[in-house]
């Protein structure tokens, strides 16, 4: 288990950026693919993206792709959520999350194969 805190949101216009960061305690970070889902208000939580613990590549939603971009940096334990030309259809709370297991090969998309989660940090984007 790796514990999660999100920085960085805030109140963007519409074709503004932002970047989010989690920063995530444990020595077995760089063990687990990252990834960060997002939940807008009366909808179900969804997957914007999963960056690979082992390749370091990056996979994402449709509706983000072009985009969104998120990195990691293994030695500062943190993983990057860089947000560009956002839409207001991009208002959500954004989470990270570790991957339940480690060193898998399998790149996860679904909320329920995430064990570790922060607490969220609202993004909301104003036309």
């Known amino acids: 288990q790796v514990q999660l805190v999100e920085s960085g949101g805030g109140l963007v216009q519409a074709g503004g950026s932002l970047r989010l960061s989690c920063a995530a305690s444990g020595r077995t970070f760089s063990a687990y693919n990252m990834g960060w889902f997002r939940q807008a208000p009366g909808k179900e939580r969804e997957f914007v993206g999963v960056?690979?613990?082992?390749?370091?590549?990056?996979y994402y939603a449709d509706s983000v792709k072009g985009r969104f971009t998120i990195s990691r940096d293994n030695a500062k334990n943190t993983v990057y959520l860089q947000m560009n030309s956002l839409k207001p259809e991009d208002t959500a709370v954004y989470y990270c999350?570790?991957?339940?297991?480690?060193?898998?090969?399998?790149?996860?998309?679904?909320?329920?194969?995430?064990?570790?989660w922060g607490q969220g940090t609202q993004v909301t984007v104003s036309s």
């Open positions: 999350a570790a991957d339940s297991t480690r060193y898998t090969r399998v790149v996860h998309t679904t909320p329920g194969a995430f064990g570790s």
């Open positions: 960056i690979s613990w082992s390749s370091g590549n990056a």
